[in-house]
């Protein structure tokens, strides 16, 4: 089989450990081009590709990254803002996509991106690492065999604390510090939601009804700053809307409900909280626990 | 001090214990009076607190058990259904109340409570255990010394798998199979809501905006009586409305969410996932941890 020419576009953490722990280590895969904004990370990733073997073309624009002769693939890990920009190009370019998350903001850019797909017909993959947590594919296989028996109720979090990435976003050069500063929702809920859409069979037969997200106040960013002494003076004048904690509810067309929660701005150990709640047994992630049904009252 | 006089109604599970294990072992309180609408539970009570020292007459209307002269107090134990109107009744006769939870069903006979207590003086007291719960109270108090920063979010559970007390109930004469039978709500909220509105100050400054409820399906008590060979027509014809998980969102003045779940007909072991989300810190009950802030990044 011949190689997969890729092109990577967005060159921060996310894609050069990407790059470096998973695409360089596939030899099915040969990375022709490589993209970012910023110089410095097209020189990294560069050098890096070097190292093993090739030798792939710097681009500070999308479009001309994507304009490399033989190209069979683009893997976009840019700030969420260009996701679907960038993936809607490229597929009516012919050029398969897959998409990290964190993808977009607005439904009919959602629209937009599904039109393209069923336009062009270009494959499209919306990239969700979580759906292959150990964890989350053992529940789901458990489920698939039943031994929750009915599943009535899910619910998983993204419960992470990024303060220190937010709040030196501007210095880092990450766009969470934006996002945070102007937005207020669940703006990162496929950590969670990406294993209990599988497991529901959501757009397999299931779908999703309603959607409800309530936010709390947004006291953890700013508390956090005034006790950093380094923090600049846009870090200590600003004033986040996003809420700690985003509660979000889920009705299914089967009855399910699905409970997702982001939880990125206060102090916590990493959790996805993933759980799930059937008629003859219950998985819960924060405690590793399964516990299947007996014949005793508790 | 002379001791209180105290009538007791409702002699079901919780009365009974609590006579037992409560009021009998409190040289301040004598049960001059009980009643219940059960003639064996009233010869049960009267012979146990006997067995104490103590002689009280025993009624099966509640109007006639408050009309024992010298009454300091009466203690509220029974069917859900029926707790106003006993409560309503005893403040208009000048006798102190305390009502156990699972109180009252519609708005308009909450306001008639606390209308008749304005108007009579009498005192009520709504009696929530799990605010006394150690694991409550030292959440509290941490919170109160200000050890989770400013707190921006709460959540608890009523999780307790009631199958065989629900599914049975037309048996063991439990009110829970007829509300599980034709209502569906969060129909026990207090045992987590209490302490946490204690925590936030719900009514001392604070208080309640927004109560948003979504109830998944209901499969878990039909699909237990499927499994149960002593099940009679009457539970297997059964189709109960309650649904299994019920998930509430309280949204506060001051800023704060809270998440509620009634969780009582699905296998699982007891919780009431009391858990605190602030600035510097955090409570978790079901995995009995305190997270306080360092300046590390997990």
Chains 1, 2 share one sequence.
């Not at 089989?1 to 040969?30: F, H, P, Q, S, T």
């Not at 292959?132 to 899910?154: I, N």
Request: glycine share 8%; proline share 2%.
């Amino acid at each position: 089989m011949a190689k997969i020419k890729a092109c990577v576009v967005g060159l921060g953490n996310r894609g050069y450990d990407i790059i470096r722990g998973v695409l360089l280590k596939n030899d099915d895969i040969e990375i022709i081009s490589v993209c970012d904004v910023y110089e410095d990370r097209i020189a990294r990733a560069a050098e890096k590709i070097k190292e093993a073997g090739s030798e792939p073309r710097g681009f500070m624009d999308y479009k001309e990254a994507l304009a490399v002769k033989g190209l069979n693939a683009v893997f976009i890990f840019s700030d969420w803002s260009s996701h679907t920009e960038i993936a809607v190009y490229a597929m009516k370019q012919g050029i398969p996509v897959a998409s990290e998350v964190g993808c977009e903001y607005s439904v009919e850019n959602c629209l937009r991106l599904v039109k393209t797909q069923e336009e062009t017909r270009t494959p499209y993959m919306f990239v969700e690492n979580c759906c292959w947590g150990k964890e989350e594919l053992l529940a789901t296989s458990m489920a698939r065999k039943k031994l929750f028996g009915t599943v009535v109720h899910c619910s998983g979090a993204y419960a992470h604390d990024l303060r220190n990435e937010i709040a030196y976003g501007h210095i880092n050069r990450h766009y969470r510090f934006d996002n945070y500063l102007n937005r207020c929702c669940d703006n990162y809920p496929t950590h969670e939601l990406g294993p209990i859409a599988k497991l529901l069979d959501i757009n397999r037969g299931n779908r999703i009804l309603t959607v409800s997200s309530f936010a709390s106040k947004s006291a953890g960013l700013e508390e956090y700053i005034s006790t950093r002494g380094d923090a600049t003076e846009e870090m200590k004048s600003a004033r986040f809307a996003q809420g700690d904690i985003i509660t979000t509810v889920l009705t299914c067309a089967h009855g399910e409900t699905v409970l997702l929660r982001l939880d990125t701005t206060l102090p916590r150990s990493y959790s996805r909280d993933f759980t799930v709640r059937g008629t003859k047994g219950m998985y819960m992630q924060d405690t590793n626990t399964v516990f299947l049904d007996g014949d005793e009252e508790f």
